[in-house]
């Protein structure tokens, strides 16, 4: 039978040293059956699917057929998982191959839960339902939001069971990203090859993603500082929507400057600095207001890798390091505040922002409040009548902040305007999304479609976003979220 479907699939990747990857096939599963397919994603990528074959998707997308040209690889990489350097892999997923879009652009497809390889360390390949479509929910949301983002392009249970702490349903997700390298595929090459090779991964990383880089003075420096300047922007802009990823080990970080693995993630209602939900991050290692550290700190790590290539001479090497991961903090910052004073609809530049944006996150912290709705809620020229706005605290921000907006360059009306723009009515709130992956499970998916489709648009007041705009809604203080594998 002939998948094909305009399937434009290429394999650059397997052009490396084979010690970076192993070939290997997805395991068969026995019934699978199409839950989700992302039909716009597909039409982006140029895959002209039989949308209405869902027995045909469900073959492809749990790796029973295979497209023409796919050639499955599993990758090696490595990590700093809370610290601690482990050699790692894909340990339940295969790259099936690289999509070149119409527009020539690349990305990686990928099969999530797919089935054991080399680098499973023990574990079944496997993946739960839950945790697949948890994924597929946040990515499309963060996608939704314009925040750097892998995306979801199907879901597939496979008719078999996987044993975690209970008995569950198993699926396979099909990732979409610009590259799936990482800086643990860096780490991975210092630590296990020579120097050629860590060579040939890193002119690999400039061609596919920074290929502007190739007549730099010092490309593999243009390199380190391209993906601090990526990072440090996206961590921004996590902050900017409160969200948190909980598990941002070295391997999680991509060289793209996209989010990846959405695991024990989760997006802040009450305001806290310290904000954690990940079950496995109980000394809050990534917390919501430690992810700009600790982006730096994996960043060092991949700069602790490039060594060998930034100069010849190792303490030179070590300054030009030192030098761009000091960039770090200036590009976050920047990005951090700039993207805050759009928040509260400010424009041009005052000495006194910074502490006018901290004195409302002081007053967010002490009195408990929900971080979307009090942005959101500033949007409106008159706060609503909630008893939370009424301190001497707000009050005394409150009019400081109308003040600031006096003194911008342009009309109050363009400042409501930006705000609106910059902070979204909603986002993938933890009531919500717990509620309808458990309806899910228990197969009625209608929640969770009315929810993902809500979330298309979460910057406008619509009616399929109505319903999650519920103040009633009171945040769980014992909510946790779970790694999922």
Same mark, same amino acid.
């Given at each position: ?171 396979? %997700?099909? !990732?979409? *990203?610009? @590259?799936? $390298? ?7 090459? &210092? +630590?296990?090859?020579?120097? =050629? ?101 994996? %960043?060092? !790590?991949? *700069?602790? @890798?490039? $060594? ?7 303490? &030179? +090497?070590?300054?030009?390091? =030192? ?119 228990? +197969? ?42």
């Amino acid at each position: 039978m002939n998948y094909s479907y305009n399937w434009r699939l290429e394999n650059s990747y397997a052009h490396l040293p084979e010690h970076f990857f192993t070939r290997i096939n997805p395991t068969p599963v026995s019934k699978p059956r199409l839950i989700l397919f992302n039909a716009d994603l597909a039409k982006f990528l140029g895959i002209d699917l039989p949308i209405d074959d869902k027995d045909t998707l469900a073959q492809l997308f749990s790796g029973n057929k295979l497209p023409d040209d796919a050639k499955p690889i599993a990758q090696a990489y490595a990590g700093h998982q809370f610290g601690h350097f482990s050699i790692l892999g894909d340990g339940r997923a295969h790259l099936i191959g690289e999509q070149v879009t119409p527009d020539d652009r690349r990305f990686d497809i990928q099969l999530k839960g797919s089935g054991p390889t080399p680098y499973s360390r023990g574990g079944d390949g496997r993946a739960a339902l839950a945790p697949m479509l948890r994924e597929y929910l946040i990515s499309e949301a963060m996608h939704a939001l314009n925040i750097a983002s892998t995306r979801s392009l199907a879901v597939v249970s496979t008719g078999e069971s996987v044993m975690r702490a209970s008995v569950l349903d198993g699926a396979i %997700l099909t !990732r979409v *990203a610009s @590259s799936h $390298l990482r800086v643990g595929t860096f780490e991975y090459a &210092k +630590a296990t090859q020579g120097l =050629e090779e860590l060579k040939q991964l890193a002119d690999y990383a400039i061609a596919r993603h920074y290929p502007e880089l190739n007549d730099h003075e010092n490309p593999y420096l243009g390199l380190l500082n391209a993906v601090i300047e990526k990072q440090a922007k996206l961590v921004a802009a996590w902050m900017h929507v409160g969200f948190i990823h909980g598990v941002m080990n070295t391997d999680n970080m991509t060289i793209s400057g996209e989010t990846i693995d959405y695991g024990p993630c989760a997006f802040m209602d009450i305001f806290s600095m310290g904000a954690v939900f990940s079950s496995i991050d109980s000394r809050g290692r990534y917390k919501y207001g430690s992810q700009a550290h600790a982006a730096q700190w994996n %960043l060092s !790590r991949l *700069a602790d @890798s490039l $060594l060998p290539l930034l100069d010849k001479d190792a303490d &030179k +090497a070590v300054k030009l390091a =030192e030098v761009a991961i000091g960039g770090y903090s200036i590009t976050f910052n920047e990005a951090w505040i700039k993207g805050m004073r759009c928040k509260l609809g400010l424009f041009g530049e005052e000495a006194d922002d910074v502490s006018l944006i901290q004195g409302l996150l002081d007053w967010m912290q002490n009195s408990k409040a929900d971080y979307t709705s009090t942005f959101r809620h500033l949007t409106q020229e008159n706060t609503p009548e909630n008893e939370i706005y009424n301190s001497m605290e707000f009050k005394k921000w409150h009019t400081l902040w109308k003040r600031r907006l006096t003194r911008n360059s342009k009309p109050l009306k363009a400042s409501f305007c930006l705000m609106r723009e910059s902070n979204p009515v909603i986002i993938p709130n933890n009531y919500y999304v717990e509620e309808v992956l458990v309806q899910a499970e228990n +197969a009625n998916l209608k929640p969770f479609l009315s929810l993902l489709k809500a979330l298309k648009n979460p910057f406008e007041e619509t009616l399929s976003n109505q319903a999650y705009r519920n103040p009633a809604i009171r945040p769980d203080p014992n909510y946790q979220t779970f790694c999922g594998t």
